[in-house]
Protein backbone atom coordinates (compact mmCIF):
# COMPACT_ATOMS: atom_id res chain seq x y z
CA UNK A 1 0.00 0.00 0.00
CA UNK A 2 1.14 3.60 -0.96
CA UNK A 3 -0.67 6.94 1.16
CA UNK A 4 -2.65 8.23 -1.31
CA UNK A 5 -5.21 11.36 -1.17
CA UNK A 6 -8.31 9.70 0.38
CA UNK A 7 -10.19 13.16 2.77
CA UNK A 8 -11.54 10.61 4.79
CA UNK A 9 -12.62 13.12 6.98
CA UNK A 10 -15.04 14.32 4.51
CA UNK A 11 -16.76 11.36 3.65
CA UNK A 12 -16.86 10.81 7.85
CA UNK A 13 -20.58 9.93 7.68
CA UNK A 14 -22.34 9.46 10.90
CA UNK A 15 -25.52 7.80 10.48
CA UNK A 16 -23.28 5.70 7.65
CA UNK A 17 -19.99 4.81 10.53
CA UNK A 18 -23.34 4.00 13.24
CA UNK A 19 -24.95 1.68 11.34
CA UNK A 20 -21.71 -0.32 10.91
CA UNK A 21 -20.64 0.47 14.76
CA UNK A 22 -23.62 -1.05 15.64
CA UNK A 23 -23.41 -4.11 13.25
CA UNK A 24 -20.07 -4.79 15.16
CA UNK A 25 -21.12 -5.01 18.62
CA UNK A 26 -23.53 -7.03 17.49
CA UNK A 27 -21.33 -9.60 16.46
CA UNK A 28 -21.11 -9.05 12.53
CA UNK A 29 -18.26 -9.21 11.22
CA UNK A 30 -19.97 -7.44 8.09
CA UNK A 31 -19.94 -4.01 9.88
CA UNK A 32 -16.17 -3.84 10.48
CA UNK A 33 -15.13 -5.31 6.89
CA UNK A 34 -17.08 -1.81 5.77
CA UNK A 35 -15.43 -0.08 8.51
CA UNK A 36 -12.13 -1.16 7.19
CA UNK A 37 -12.52 -0.96 3.77
CA UNK A 38 -13.82 3.01 4.24
CA UNK A 39 -11.09 3.58 6.66
CA UNK A 40 -7.58 1.44 6.02
CA UNK A 41 -6.30 3.97 3.12
CA UNK A 42 -6.78 6.90 5.51
CA UNK A 43 -5.21 5.40 8.97
CA UNK A 44 -2.14 3.87 6.81
CA UNK A 45 -1.42 7.73 5.05
CA UNK A 46 -1.75 8.86 9.17
CA UNK A 47 0.99 5.82 10.00
CA UNK A 48 3.20 6.71 6.88
CA UNK A 49 2.88 10.79 7.46
CA UNK A 50 3.88 10.44 11.13
CA UNK A 51 6.58 7.33 10.63
CA UNK A 52 7.39 6.63 7.12
CA UNK A 53 9.61 4.37 5.51
CA UNK A 54 11.72 4.07 8.91
CA UNK A 55 8.69 1.52 9.69
CA UNK A 56 5.95 -0.65 7.84
CA UNK A 57 3.29 1.64 7.68
CA UNK A 58 1.02 -1.50 6.89
CA UNK A 59 1.90 -3.41 10.16
CA UNK A 60 0.81 -0.12 12.35
CA UNK A 61 -2.17 0.28 10.65
CA UNK A 62 -3.11 -3.42 11.13
CA UNK A 63 -2.56 -3.13 15.04
CA UNK A 64 -4.29 -0.42 15.05
CA UNK A 65 -7.70 -1.89 13.68
CA UNK A 66 -7.11 -4.34 15.84
CA UNK A 67 -7.00 -2.29 18.53
CA UNK A 68 -10.39 -1.20 17.25
CA UNK A 69 -11.76 -4.38 16.83
CA UNK A 70 -11.11 -5.58 20.91
CA UNK A 71 -13.00 -2.21 21.72
CA UNK A 72 -15.44 -1.10 19.21
CA UNK A 73 -17.75 -3.44 21.95
CA UNK A 74 -17.26 -0.41 24.83
CA UNK A 75 -17.37 2.74 21.93
CA UNK A 76 -19.98 4.97 22.29
CA UNK A 77 -22.38 4.48 19.46
CA UNK A 78 -23.62 8.19 19.96
CA UNK A 79 -20.92 9.64 19.78
CA UNK A 80 -18.42 10.10 15.81
CA UNK A 81 -16.54 7.23 14.75
CA UNK A 82 -14.23 8.65 12.74
CA UNK A 83 -11.96 10.82 16.00
CA UNK A 84 -12.40 7.81 17.97
CA UNK A 85 -10.18 6.12 15.16
CA UNK A 86 -8.52 8.67 14.59
CA UNK A 87 -7.30 8.75 18.33
CA UNK A 88 -6.31 5.26 18.39
CA UNK A 89 -4.64 5.59 15.43
CA UNK A 90 -2.24 8.66 16.53
CA UNK A 91 -1.95 6.97 20.09
CA UNK A 92 -0.01 4.03 18.15
CA UNK A 93 2.01 6.19 16.22
CA UNK A 94 3.52 7.61 19.23
CA UNK A 95 3.71 4.43 20.94
CA UNK A 96 5.88 3.75 17.65
CA UNK A 97 7.82 6.48 17.96
CA UNK A 98 9.05 6.34 21.34
CA UNK A 99 10.14 2.78 20.43
CA UNK A 100 11.92 4.32 17.52
CA UNK A 101 13.63 7.22 19.34
CA UNK A 102 14.66 4.33 22.19
CA UNK A 103 16.63 2.67 19.31
CA UNK A 104 17.82 6.11 17.97
CA UNK A 105 17.36 5.54 14.37
CA UNK A 106 18.04 9.10 13.64
CA UNK A 107 17.32 12.42 15.11
CA UNK A 108 16.98 16.05 13.69
CA UNK A 109 20.67 16.62 14.91
CA UNK A 110 22.02 14.58 13.10
CA UNK A 111 21.40 16.17 9.56
CA UNK A 112 24.35 16.24 7.70
CA UNK A 113 25.48 19.06 5.61
CA UNK A 114 23.87 18.06 2.41
CA UNK A 115 20.48 17.91 4.24
CA UNK A 116 20.79 21.33 5.64
CA UNK A 117 21.23 22.54 2.45
CA UNK A 118 18.52 21.06 0.99
CA UNK A 119 16.37 22.38 3.68
CA UNK A 120 17.88 26.31 2.51
CA UNK A 121 16.57 25.37 -1.11
CA UNK A 122 13.45 24.08 -0.05
CA UNK A 123 12.16 27.38 2.26
CA UNK A 124 13.34 29.60 -0.45
CA UNK A 125 11.72 28.45 -3.60
CA UNK A 126 8.35 30.52 -4.24
CA UNK A 127 6.63 26.76 -4.99
CA UNK A 128 7.24 23.33 -4.22
CA UNK A 129 9.69 21.67 -6.90
CA UNK A 130 8.62 18.55 -8.81
CA UNK A 131 9.68 15.29 -7.82
CA UNK A 132 10.61 11.62 -8.34
CA UNK A 133 8.67 9.13 -6.39
CA UNK A 134 12.41 9.06 -4.24
CA UNK A 135 13.47 12.04 -3.77
CA UNK A 136 9.54 12.44 -2.24
CA UNK A 137 10.52 9.98 -0.18
CA UNK A 138 14.10 11.59 1.04
CA UNK A 139 12.13 14.90 1.32
CA UNK A 140 9.85 13.20 3.93
CA UNK A 141 12.30 11.47 6.03
CA UNK A 142 13.78 14.88 6.14
CA UNK A 143 10.33 16.01 7.62
CA UNK A 144 10.58 13.33 10.08
CA UNK A 145 13.28 14.39 11.52
CA UNK A 146 12.15 17.89 12.28
CA UNK A 147 8.84 16.50 13.17
CA UNK A 148 10.75 14.25 15.81
CA UNK A 149 11.74 17.48 17.78
CA UNK A 150 8.16 18.69 18.39
CA UNK A 151 6.15 18.00 21.39
CA UNK A 152 3.48 15.00 20.90
CA UNK A 153 0.66 17.40 20.95
CA UNK A 154 2.50 19.89 18.25
CA UNK A 155 3.49 16.90 16.02
CA UNK A 156 -0.28 15.71 16.37
CA UNK A 157 -1.63 18.88 15.12
CA UNK A 158 0.59 19.73 12.65
CA UNK A 159 0.33 16.23 10.81
CA UNK A 160 -3.44 16.19 11.15
CA UNK A 161 -3.86 20.30 9.27
CA UNK A 162 -0.39 20.47 7.26
CA UNK A 163 0.08 16.87 5.90
CA UNK A 164 -3.65 15.38 6.35
CA UNK A 165 -5.14 18.62 5.52
CA UNK A 166 -7.97 17.86 8.19
CA UNK A 167 -10.32 20.94 9.25
CA UNK A 168 -9.52 22.38 12.60
CA UNK A 169 -13.14 21.70 13.98
CA UNK A 170 -11.98 18.22 12.82
CA UNK A 171 -8.92 18.12 14.70
CA UNK A 172 -10.59 19.06 17.79
CA UNK A 173 -12.76 16.59 18.31
CA UNK A 174 -9.67 13.95 17.49
CA UNK A 175 -7.94 15.89 19.88
CA UNK A 176 -10.43 16.51 22.59
CA UNK A 177 -9.83 20.43 22.83
CA UNK A 178 -11.16 23.61 21.87
CA UNK A 179 -10.69 24.98 17.92
CA UNK A 180 -8.62 27.46 19.58
CA UNK A 181 -6.59 25.17 20.96
CA UNK A 182 -5.95 23.28 17.99
CA UNK A 183 -5.18 26.45 16.05
CA UNK A 184 -2.60 27.64 18.56
CA UNK A 185 -0.99 24.37 18.79
CA UNK A 186 -0.03 24.62 15.19
CA UNK A 187 0.97 27.81 14.95
CA UNK A 188 3.40 27.02 17.69
CA UNK A 189 4.70 23.98 15.95
CA UNK A 190 5.36 26.13 12.78
CA UNK A 191 6.93 28.30 15.02
CA UNK A 192 8.98 25.75 16.07
CA UNK A 193 9.94 24.06 12.65
CA UNK A 194 10.82 27.32 11.57
CA UNK A 195 13.00 27.93 14.74
CA UNK A 196 14.89 24.56 14.10
CA UNK A 197 15.53 25.36 10.26
CA UNK A 198 17.04 28.46 10.92
CA UNK A 199 19.08 26.87 13.59
CA UNK A 200 19.91 24.42 10.93
CA UNK A 201 20.80 27.26 8.55
CA UNK A 202 23.20 28.66 11.42
CA UNK A 203 25.17 25.36 11.83
CA UNK A 204 25.49 24.79 8.17
CA UNK A 205 27.47 28.47 8.00
CA UNK A 206 29.32 27.06 11.16
CA UNK A 207 30.52 23.76 9.37
CA UNK A 208 32.09 25.50 6.37
CA UNK A 209 33.81 28.09 8.04
Known amino acids: MQPESTGAWRDASAEEDREWVHQCQQGQEAGFEKLL ?4 QAVFNLVYHNLGPRIDAEDVAQKIFAKVYFAIHKFDNNRPFFPWLYR ?17 LYT ?4 N ?8 KLINQASPPAATADEHQDLHALLLKMLDRLNKQQRTALVLRDIEGVPYEKIAEIMKCSEQ ?5 VFRARAR ?3 LVMKALRRRESLRR
Open 37 to 40: RKYQ
Open 108 to 111: FTDL
Open 193 to 195: LKN
Open 88 to 104: IAINQCHDELRRLRRSR
Open 113 to 120: LEEIERIE
Open 181 to 185: AVRLK
